[in-house]
């Protein structure tokens, strides 16, 4: 299914004497009005909106409070918005208003980490195995539609690195995952560029600690998304939250996934970028394998996790073992 792009009528003309308050009831757009708050973070808000003909949409604010720093982020998300891929969370349009930012993006039902804690809290478990592997194909796709050096951007070829790859991040649309909160993606010339901004330091690649991203540091980020859907908990105890540029992590603890997940994530969370998987697409498939479940395509191109043809299930597993004991007291 692909995602809807529709073009959002004229805004209203901004009052430069007064800042613009996202609230209940507030009208950023003639004919739509904030409904409630949908997420609060440590730089935007977002909103879920009726539009005129009952539509629900999404309404992502941003704090501005410099002009050429808002010219230049608008600039920006609007060469971002252009990407097009049933992956990623639809971008509609971008404006600003005074001290805002604005992002009109498709309305989401939730999160991982919502369907995380939802498992946690009523059934007090994590997310089931075949669930997590789904939503992190899914989203492995956007990732590496996203870090291809592929997309027209200031007059040459770039790739993008998200930078903030997390649970919170990957939203649910029906039964489809898709990513989110891409429009301040870096662009990458080069294998590693300087890192403009740490994301969530949770979920941060090692090298973004000393100040860089790399072609790969998105992977990082989504196999410590991938550990935490698992297990309900991080392979890495809480960073700093103002590291030093030497800081390091000590090294993983993945003691509650199987040997066979566990090497594949080692080698997503190295810290030599270079020997992590070539795609997001390939760790996701090999975490799957470990597992006895591949990804399978139909011909509308949705995806679907299933056990392999060679798996045996754990029935017919405790069947042929009883067989084996019954043959060997012969």
Same mark, same amino acid.
């Given at each position: 299914?692909?995602?809807?792009?529709?073009?959002?009528?004229?805004?209203?003309?901004?009052?430069?004497?007064?800042?613009?308050?996202?609230?209940?009831?507030?009208?950023?757009?003639?004919?739509?009005?904030?409904?409630?708050?949908?997420?609060?973070?440590?730089?935007?808000?977002?909103?879920?909106?009726?539009?005129?003909?009952?539509?629900?949409?999404?309404?992502?604010?941003?704090?501005?409070?410099?002009?050429?720093?808002?010219?230049?982020?608008?600039?920006?998300?609007?060469?971002?918005?252009?990407?097009?891929?049933?992956?990623?969370?639809?971008?509609?349009?971008?404006?600003?208003?005074?001290?805002?930012?604005?992002?009109?993006?498709?309305?989401?039902?939730?999160?991982?980490?919502?369907?995380?804690?939802?498992?946690?809290?009523?059934?007090?478990?994590?997310?089931?195995?075949?669930?997590?592997?789904?939503?992190?194909?899914?989203?492995?796709?956007?990732?590496?539609?996203?870090?291809?050096?592929?997309?027209?951007?200031?007059?040459?070829?770039?790739?993008?690195?998200?930078?903030?790859?997390? $649970?919170?991040?990957? %939203?649910?649309?029906? #039964? +489809?995952?898709?990513?989110?909160?891409?429009? @301040? /993606? !870096?662009?990458?010339?080069?294998?590693?560029?300087?890192?403009?901004?740490?994301?969530?330091?949770?979920?941060?690649?090692?090298?973004?600690?000393?100040?860089?991203?790399?072609?790969?540091?998105?992977?990082?980020?989504?196999?410590?998304?991938?550990?935490?859907?698992?297990?309900?908990?991080?392979?890495?105890?809480?960073?700093?939250?103002?590291?030093?540029?030497?800081?390091?992590?000590?090294? $993983?603890?993945?003691? %509650?996934?199987?040997? #066979? +997940?566990?090497?594949?994530?080692?080698?997503? @969370? /190295? !810290?030599?970028?270079?020997?992590?998987?070539?795609?997001?697409?390939?760790?996701?498939?090999?975490?799957?394998?470990?597992?006895?479940?591949?990804?399978?395509?139909?011909?509308?191109?949705?995806?679907?996790?299933?056990?392999?043809?060679?798996?045996?299930?754990?029935?017919?597993?405790?069947?042929?073992?009883?067989?084996?004991?019954?043959?060997?007291?012969?």
């Amino acid at each position: 299914m692909k995602p809807r792009r529709t073009t959002l009528s004229a805004r209203t003309p901004p009052r430069p004497d007064r800042p613009f308050e996202p609230e209940a009831g507030a009208v950023p757009l003639p004919g739509y009005r904030l409904e409630r708050l949908r997420g609060r973070g440590g730089f935007a808000t977002v909103w879920e909106a009726s539009g005129p003909d009952g539509e629900r949409v999404a309404f992502k604010f941003m704090s501005s409070q410099n002009a050429s720093a808002t010219a230049r982020e608008l600039r920006s998300l609007q060469a971002i918005q252009k990407l097009s891929h049933p992956r990623l969370l639809c971008m509609r349009q971008v404006w600003s208003l005074p001290g805002q930012i604005v992002i009109a993006m498709d309305l989401a039902d939730g999160s991982l980490l919502d369907l995380l804690m939802l498992y946690t809290d009523e059934f007090n478990k994590p997310i089931d195995v075949d669930k997590v592997g789904l939503y992190m194909a899914q989203a492995a796709e956007a990732l590496d539609f996203l870090n291809a050096k592929r997309h027209h951007f200031d007059g040459g070829l770039v790739a993008f690195q998200h930078g903030d790859i997390k $649970p919170n991040n990957i %939203l649910l649309v029906g #039964d +489809e995952a898709r990513l989110a909160d891409y429009g @301040l /993606s !870096t662009p990458m010339i080069t294998a590693a560029t300087p890192c403009p901004r740490q994301g969530t330091l949770e979920y941060a690649a090692p090298e973004i600690f000393q100040g860089t991203l790399t072609e790969t540091s998105d992977q990082f980020s989504l196999a410590v998304s991938y550990y935490l859907l698992r297990t309900g908990g991080f392979p890495y105890p809480m960073p700093p939250s103002t590291p030093p540029r030497n800081y390091q992590r000590p090294p $993983p603890d993945l003691s %509650l996934i199987d040997r #066979d +997940e566990r090497a594949i994530l080692l080698r997503s @969370l /190295s !810290t030599t970028p270079q020997d992590r998987f070539p795609t997001c697409t390939e760790m996701v498939n090999q975490l799957l394998k470990a597992q006895q479940l591949e990804v399978v395509r139909d011909p509308e191109r949705s995806l679907a996790v299933r056990p392999t043809a060679d798996s045996i299930s754990r029935s017919k597993l405790l069947r042929l073992l009883e067989q084996t004991k019954a043959l060997a007291s012969v």
